[in-house]
């Protein structure tokens, strides 16, 4: 993020440090029927979009090398990430042409894809290199592995189902993502696991700095506060700052001072299904994704080190640790709650307030794609 635009967003904040208790507001508060997070056809909806949609899958990172590969989900389907030795990114179903196996698991390097069940290769753009004794079948091996749509910008990669992806698929966001240099940070670790929680409760979650001096008292509540939030939309997507208390060293008639990310996590939301947060020294990537029923959530959370970090392994291990713990036990578990609850007559709507604007413009995008 360049200066200047962070010295715009501390000003900000500052008006809000002087008016007391103030965070950015959206206009009016917003009702949202429970039945969005419960009902089957708005779910089948859903997952259409997911399955369709541009949709980050990782950062460069994920592909280090020439000869990387990665196994992503997109919506329900498992899709393969491969980066060849001139660096071009390719995306294809991971599904062999033969007999439907899937090819890959998790992630690694190497020449050519093959699958398991019969030995079928393949080359890392998905075309198709061999088959294992030739002999019994008819023709040459042209049977390529369907390919997906891909686009690596601004360290971040896309993977669409089926729908081209558009040029500029941050509508605006790169502006200030693109000064991270985040094609350089390196994949530390990644976890994937299932909650009873619909899909968008793990996005709501990250929507609004309100509940960290509650639901987090003893763990990010001394770091961050609750107030002094901004927001921003970009396009469909949007960027939430949330004030980290160091802020409170500075004096709020300042507004000469330029340097805000020190005191700062900066959220990404880049719809339909991606929350991306800038911490002080590293990156980390939530996806969300619909299980089997309304209410069940895939979750895949990630961390990425910036290339100029000497700091030891162990050190990120304890940070990822943390934040899969932290949001497990707290936030995650929480929306178990609350998805339960929606089950029952206690209400047919929630309340989205004036100082969530993030929260509701996330799901006003997400109708928008919907309709």
Not at 82 to 111: P, Q
Not at 166 to 182: I, K, T, V, Y
Request: charged share 20%; proline share 6%; net charge negative.
């Amino acid at each position: 993020m360049h200066a200047e635009r962070q010295g715009e967003l501390l000003a900000r904040i500052n008006a809000h440090r002087r008016a007391g208790r103030a965070t950015d507001e959206a206009d009016a508060t917003m009702r949202v029927a429970t039945a969005t997070y419960t009902d089957p056809g708005r779910l089948a909806a859903e997952r259409s979009l997911l399955d369709r949609a541009p949709t980050v899958v990782g950062l460069s990172g994920l592909l280090p090398t020439n000869g990387s590969y990665a196994t992503v989900d997109v919506g329900g389907a498992s899709v393969i990430v491969t980066r060849d030795r001139d660096r071009r990114v390719s995306a294809m179903f991971n599904v062999c042409r033969h007999r439907g196996s899937e090819i890959t698991v998790g992630c690694g390097e190497t020449a050519r894809l093959t699958c398991p069940y019969h030995g079928w290769t393949y080359h890392l753009d998905g075309t198709s290199a061999a088959r294992r004794r030739p002999e019994y079948f008819d023709g040459t091996p042209t049977e390529s592995l369907t390919p997906l749509p891909v686009l690596e910008q601004h360290g971040l990669i896309w993977v669409s189902g089926d729908a081209d992806i558009p040029a500029n698929p941050l509508q605006g966001a790169e502006d200030e993502l693109a000064p991270f240099d985040l094609a350089g940070y390196r994949l530390f670790e990644s976890t994937t696991f299932s909650r009873p929680i619909n899909w968008k409760l793990a996005v709501d979650t990250f929507c609004e700095a309100y509940h960290l001096s509650t639901l987090h008292r003893n763990t990010l509540a001394p770091m961050i506060h609750d107030d002094f939030s901004l927001f921003d939309p970009a396009g469909m997507h949007g960027r939430m700052v949330s004030t980290r208390r160091s802020i409170d060293d500075l004096d709020p008639t300042d507004d000469t001072t330029s340097d805000l990310l020190p005191h700062a996590t900066i959220l990404w939301f880049l719809v339909p299904n991606t929350v991306l947060i800038h911490q002080q020294d590293h990156v980390q990537l939530y996806q969300s994704r619909p299980g089997a029923t309304a209410d069940e959530a895939h979750l895949t959370v990630s961390l990425y080190t910036p290339p100029s970090s000497d700091r030891p392994d162990r050190y990120w291990a304890k940070n990822f640790e943390l934040l899969v713990n932290v949001t497990d036990t707290e936030d995650f578990a929480t929306a178990a709650g609350i998805q339960r609850g929606y089950h029952t007559s206690a209400q047919d709507h929630v309340v989205f307030g004036r100082n969530e604007p993030a929260l509701q413009h996330f799901h006003r995008s997400l109708d928008s794609l919907l309709e």
